[in-house]
């Protein structure tokens, strides 16, 4: 592993240790080189995959643009970091083992939406304004009108 600080490849692994409910492995590294300590964490990826943009585009998937974007939408909320970790393995183990490589980006939005409105509805509602591309707030009214109904009937 390269050190972030001095670029020498020469780094040794002072404790590992699993995170993430098992699912990760933390490991903190230390640079004989210049002396500096990092961080560092390890996962299974079943597969690469593709994310095929509205577009056309194709991009690999980075699962820290999906982690970044669902931390902004969870903001400020009182959600456990552990339990919004946990989502995001869930959300990348369940894209994977959908056995295909390329992934629609309206899959993944569609797949985030349906774990955000389980744990915060303020949440869910940030995130679909992004997903959805809301103008103005009667696209705020809208949405949030189709979603009281829904949460009557549970």
Do not use: W
Request: aromatic share 8%.
């Amino acid at each position: 592993m390269r050190c972030p600080f001095c670029g020498s490849t020469d780094t040794q692994v002072k404790d590992s240790r699993p995170a993430e409910d098992h699912v990760v492995i933390r490991r903190r590294r230390f640079c004989p080189a210049c002396g500096g300590r990092f961080t560092t964490y390890e996962r299974v990826q079943l597969r690469d995959l593709v994310v095929i943009k509205s577009s056309g585009k194709r991009e690999n998937f980075d699962r820290d643009k999906l982690e970044r974007s669902i931390r902004i939408a969870m903001q400020k909320r009182p959600i456990e970091p552990d339990r919004i970790d946990q989502m995001i393995s869930g959300i990348v183990r369940r894209l994977e083992s959908m056995g295909e490589t390329d992934v629609p980006s309206t899959t993944i939005g569609e797949i985030v939406m349906e774990s955000l409105d389980r744990i915060d509805t303020v949440a869910y509602v940030r995130f679909a304004s992004v997903y959805k591309n809301f103008q103005a707030a009667d696209d705020f009214d809208k949405f949030v009108s189709e979603l009281r109904p829904a949460q009557r009937n549970e």
